[in-house]
């Protein structure tokens, strides 16, 4: 029978014989497809290998620290960090419209992308953690050059133009089979049951306008998100859960004074594949334990509400 442990090891067998000698470069996302990707690779060939990260300032807090911060303590990997937030940023300053930011995202993240790896010489492949259902197109994207460009690994344009040659080890593995082969790999929990996250990330969930404020409380009440799911095994259950935060202000009151603050909104969603969703039915207890934490600790914030939406007709992200 097919095992993960089969699959690992005639993977690592299959790439070790088709890439030889030469050099290959992998963006790596903080995703675990990307990172999967990276250490079947890093297995195979070694120091051959050089992995990329864009830090464009639109993650979750942490993040980079969670999932590359583990690579650069657990694996002797090339792996090259770019901070690029600033340059991410100043573009992105005055965008609301959500095609807009997915596109000046996009195309930022080749160009760094592209800057970084001219830099490593005689490059001969690109590695990228497609799966199935992006091979058969059946995950859709809202549109535009983002729909080509589909996270942050997915680098259109560069392979033809630096002449390299695709590397695609997960393209018939399904996502859970993605994480089992995560478990095969030993990567810790919090990597393998990883929300997914869009290539165009925090950008797309401040609604409206991004400045380093709104992204700064955003991520607060998200990181208090994933901390109360990751507390009981919903975290694991959902789809995906995270904090949207909206382009309006709502009175409150507090003591004697009024407040006129921010609002987020909690989009908590089961999924199979992204195509349709339905939002999860959380038992209230957490709903409220979420609810109260956010509205304590962000300051800025004076609402949350609950996103009871599904998809279709809705989508999982507001923007
Ligand atoms: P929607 O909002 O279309 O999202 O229901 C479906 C899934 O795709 C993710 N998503 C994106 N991922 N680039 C990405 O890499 C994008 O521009 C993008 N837009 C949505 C979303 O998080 C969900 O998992």
């Known amino acids: 029978g097919w095992t993960m442990a089969s699959f690992v090891e005639s993977t690592v067998a299959d790439l070790r014989e088709k890439i030889g000698d030469a050099r290959v470069i992998c963006g790596l996302s903080g995703g675990i497809d990307s990172t999967v990707v990276a250490l079947l690779l890093h297995k195979a060939i070694g120091k051959q290998l050089t992995c990329i990260f864009v830090d464009n300032g639109l993650l979750r807090m942490n993040e980079r620290e969670e999932v590359i911060g583990y690579l650069e303590r657990h694996f002797d990997l090339n792996l090259v960090t770019v901070d690029a937030a600033e340059r991410f940023l100043s573009l992105l300053a005055g965008v609301e419209d959500p095609e807009k930011k997915r596109k000046t995202i996009g195309y930022t993240f080749i160009e760094v992308f592209d800057e970084e790896a001219a830099k490593i010489t005689d490059v001969k492949y690109l590695a990228q953690g497609t799966l199935y259902p992006d091979v058969i197109e059946s995950v859709s994207f809202k549109g535009g050059p983002s729909a080509v460009i589909k996270s942050h690994h997915n680098v259109g344009g560069l392979p033809e133009k630096m002449n390299l040659s695709l590397v695609e080890p997960l393209r018939e593995l399904f996502k859970d089979e993605v994480r089992k082969v995560a478990m095969e790999l ?8 990883r929300h997914p996250f869009p290539g165009p990330g925090l950008a797309i969930r401040v609604i409206g306008e991004i400045t380093t404020e709104r992204l700064e409380i955003l991520r607060q009440a998200d990181r208090i998100v994933q901390q109360e799911l990751l507390a009981t095994d919903w975290y694991r259950k959902v789809w995906q859960g995270f904090a949207v935060l909206l382009p309006l202000k709502t009175v409150g009151v507090m003591g004697d004074d009024r407040t006129y603050e921010h609002v987020i909104a909690l989009r908590i969603v089961d999924s199979i594949d992204a195509m349709t969703a339905d939002w999860t039915r959380l038992p209230t207890e957490i709903l409220a334990r979420i609810s109260n934490r956010i509205i304590n600790e ?7 509400v609950l996103d009871i939406s599904s998809k279709p007709p809705s989508t999982i992200e507001w923007e």
């Open 186 to 193: 030993g990567l810790p929990d919090y990597i393998i049951w």
């Open 298 to 304: 962000v300051k800025g914030v004076n609402r949350v």
